[in-house]
């Protein structure tokens, strides 16, 4: 098993780049069924969001869709801040649009929460959430459940795949879980 050392934590190899490929064929065959008709905004969640959305939207089934980018910040080593930052703003118009929200992780879901009412406030027609991991067990707000989730994961810390620790392993092929 693969294992990395990050900032004196020790991480194991969880999810294969094998297994994240068929978590996100999954997420992506759900959400190619539910917008064949209609033609989604898909907002995705920098900097966390970009891998997976990659792979995400290239394994969709003719759905015709748009992308754009958001960036926010609510997260610093292992633990939540409770506040969100809106680093880059979103630029794209929402209104009466179909949102499909892409995240990494949804963890407390004060992310989601405040992106949600964020994006209702701006018009859309609809908002839903794909993300590829989420922690049932530490959700916080009713209303940040995901409707498309690659991974449930109980309340350890990960890295790789697009997740970071303090910025840095972002690039890790799989998703690593830390061991105390
Ligand atoms: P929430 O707002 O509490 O749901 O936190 C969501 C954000 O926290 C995610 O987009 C991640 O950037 C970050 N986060 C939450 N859990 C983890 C983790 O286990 N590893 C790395 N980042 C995490
Ligand atoms: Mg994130």
């Not at 701006?122 to 959430?129: E, I, Q």
Request: glycine fraction near 6%.
């Amino acid at each position: 098993m693969r294992t990395v050392d990050e900032q004196g934590y020790h991480f194991e190899e969880w999810l294969t780049p094998a297994e994240i490929a068929k978590d996100v064929q999954q997420v992506a065959d759900k959400i190619s069924a539910d917008y064949q008709d209609k033609e989604p905004l898909f907002v995705v969640v920098l900097n966390g969001a970009f891998v997976f959305a990659a792979d995400l939207l290239r394994a969709l089934k003719d759905v015709r869709c748009e992308v754009t980018f958001i960036r926010v910040s609510s997260y610093w080593g292992m633990s939540s801040t409770g506040r969100l930052e809106f680093i880059v703003p979103l630029q794209q118009v929402v209104d009466q649009r179909d949102v499909v929200i892409i995240e990494d992780i949804v963890d407390s879901g004060l992310t989601i929460h405040q992106l949600k009412a964020h994006l209702r406030g701006l018009g859309a027609n609809s908002v839903r959430v794909a993300t590829m991991l989420f922690k049932p067990a530490k959700l916080e707000y009713d209303d940040a459940k995901p409707d498309y989730i690659g991974h449930e994961i109980s309340e350890e810390f990960v890295i790789g795949y697009g997740l970071d620790f303090d910025g840095f392993v972002r690039n890790l092929d799989a998703i690593y879980k830390v061991k105390e």
